[in-house]
């Protein structure tokens, strides 16, 4: 009788215990949002926040303006990143540097697309999707980019590629760095030792295989621009990478 009264009170204490555990855990995110709550104090009045027409910042030293219809989500500039909360506080305008900026835009006409685009064909854009940010430590070293990507593809790939003359684009089928089993189709231009863009186009199981496009150049010496695209786009590379370096230059400020 004993030895069940004493299973019965260590039962009662492991069972209180994990009720414990649990309503501690419960409350860590209704803490967190109070804190939040706290922290905003919502009963201080403010001036109504109105958003600006025009993004404005510098990208390597230069002032940039962009229009906000390109911006499906929102610049970012130093500081806090947006995933930190006071990211909001970090300083706007002309005279603040902008880390990068996604626009999204369609393609010849480089005006801005339907945001709702972004969010229904992803990847799949039927437009441009296009990240513009300054060029810092080695990002700009596209040999170092390209050795990337071949990086889990065998010894000797160079001597494979061929080159593409409708894009001025040397290729070459390389492995997928996280799945193995998958291909890329990896694309450079120039030579080796002075490459001018560099990017791939991913591969899935089902037709079209090869979907999705991204293309990485540097923009007026210091502008690293990245660029997601269908793959028949490629067939105009050459023409796409000069309308975004003409775009940025009429960017300027």
Known sequence: MNIKRLFYCLYVLVWSSLRVCAAVLLLVPVLAVIDMVWQSEPWNRRERMTSDPIVCGKISGVVYEFPRSYFPFWPEYEGKSSFDSGFVNNKKGCDANLVSVFLSMTWPGLVPADDRLVFQQGLEHEGLLVAVSPVTAREGDL?????????????????????????????????????????????????????????????????????????????LGDVLVKVIMRPDKLGRWMEVKRSLEQFLINSRK
């Open 143 to 219: 040999r170092l980019q390209l050795e990337f990507l071949l990086r889990k593809s065998p010894n000797g790939i160079f001597a494979l590629a061929e080159y593409d003359e409708s894009n001025s684009l040397y290729r070459v089928e390389g492995r997928d760095a996280v799945f193995e089993n998958h291909k890329k189709l990896i694309y450079w231009g120039g030579r080796l030792d002075d490459i001018s863009s560099v990017g791939y186009c991913s591969w899935r199981p089902r037709k079209p295989n090869y979907y999705s496009c991204e293309m990485t150049f540097v923009a």
